[in-house]
């Protein structure tokens, strides 16, 4: 498996198209965006991975709900632990 690369939060809402930061912050406080896998000092990081994953199934008409992203977010973590693949952007 190739490394993963964390993101900030503004590559995040680019990726998945969110252009008002207020819409994020309800998105994650809902559950419906995934966990991040790390901090920048005061700045959380998710997995470009695992956000580019939850795009797919957005464009493909997936219905995002808590439990995908929490299933999501328990594979992104259970792959970091196992194979200790992660690089910083």
């Known amino acids: 498996m190739k490394p993963d690369f964390l993101i900030d939060r503004k ?13 994020f ?3 994650w406080s809902d559950g419906l965006l995934p966990a991040p896998l790390g ?5 959380y990081l998710w997995s470009g991975t695992v956000i580019r994953q939850v795009k797919q199934m ?3 008409g997936v219905q995002i709900t808590e439990d995908l992203i929490m299933d999501i977010s328990l594979e992104a973590l259970v792959r970091l632990v196992e ?5 910083m952007t």
């Not at 901090?39 to 700045?43: C, L, Q, R």
């Not at 194979?83 to 690089?87: A, E, G, R, T």
Request: aromatic content about 0%; hydrophobic content about 30%.
């Open 25 to 27: 912050k309800q998105l």
């Open 58 to 60: 957005m464009d493909s």
């Open 11 to 23: 590559q995040v809402m680019t990726i998945l198209e969110i252009r008002n930061p207020t819409k």
């Open 83 to 87: 194979n200790k693949s992660i690089k």
């Open 39 to 43: 901090a920048n000092g005061t700045s």
